[in-house]
């Protein structure tokens, strides 16, 4: 069983920055196909963004030109760094890895989801 961990979350004025950070397995372990998802209270959970299709990383609309993922020195590790961040971006974020592409869109693998990270927009 790979293990999914999230870390960065915490509490930022709306307008700040977080980087979120998710790590799957060993340093032996290569994260092709990810995505992190946020769930709100009484929300479901959806997709902010996803890495490792045939294209460039994909990002909900809500998030375009605020979000951005990228891949860290080591290959089981991706980053979600988050700018310009609303009260509405407040929620508990997941990392999933080995997802699979079909159509231009992320489908999470069941097995391999972190345990979250809360972020909170608020003044």
């Known amino acids: 069983q790979v293990q999914v961990v999230e870390s960065g979350g915490g509490l930022v004025q709306p307008g700040g920055s977080l980087r979120l950070s998710c790590t799957a397995g060993?340093?032996?372990?290569?994260?092709?196909?990810m995505g992190w998802f946020r769930q709100a209270p009484g929300q479901q959970r959806e997709l902010v963004a996803a890495?490792?299709?045939?294209?460039?990383?994909k990002f909900a609309d809500s998030v375009k030109g605020r979000f951005t993922v990228s891949r860290g020195d080591a290959k089981n590790t991706v980053y979600l760094q988050m700018n310009s961040l609303k009260p509405e971006d407040t929620a508990v974020y997941y990392c999933?890895?080995?997802?699979?592409?079909?159509?231009?869109?992320?489908?999470?693998?069941?097995?391999?989801w972190g345990q979250g990270t809360q972020v909170t927009v608020s003044s």
């Open positions: 060993g340093s032996w372990f290569t994260i092709n196909a």
């Open positions: 999933n890895a080995l997802g699979t592409w079909h159509d231009g869109r992320y489908y999470p693998n069941s097995g391999y």
């Open positions: 890495i490792g299709g045939d294209g460039s990383p």
